[in-house]
């Protein structure tokens, strides 16, 4: 997953697909093809916000020194599920 996966456009996109599965309003096959859009919208909204806490780190408004480490490190091993 590239950092782009992470702006506010795919965070809502995310969400609104988590809100479709838990509903049961999303026309996919399977409970396992559920369980891999869930995981992935899951790992787009983590990445989203582990994002906006590194920028406001970086801008200081946040005191959390660790923020945009744990950004790094979650890009570093976030991946589609397929």
């Not at 096959?29 to 806490?53: H, P």
């Given at each position: 997953?590239?950092?782009?996966?992470?702006?506010?456009?795919?965070?809502?996109?995310?969400?609104k697909?988590?809100?479709?599965?838990?509903?049961?309003?999303?026309?996919?096959?399977?409970?396992?093809?559920?369980?891999?859009?869930?995981?992935?919208?899951?790992?787009?909204?983590?990445?989203?916000?582990?994002?906006?806490?590194?920028?406001?780190?970086?801008?200081?408004?946040?005191?959390?020194?660790?923020?945009?480490?744990?950004?790094?490190?979650?890009?570093e091993?976030a991946?589609?599920?397929?």
């Amino acid at each position: 997953m590239t950092e782009e996966a992470f702006d506010d456009e795919s965070a809502l996109w995310a969400l609104k697909q988590l809100t479709a599965i838990v509903t049961d309003d999303i026309d996919l096959e399977s409970d396992f093809l559920k369980d891999i859009a869930r995981l992935n919208a899951l790992q787009i909204l983590e990445g989203y916000f582990l994002r906006v806490e590194a920028h406001r780190e970086r801008e200081g408004s946040i005191l959390d020194a660790g923020a945009t480490a744990r950004y790094c490190k979650f890009l570093e091993s976030a991946a589609w599920v397929d």
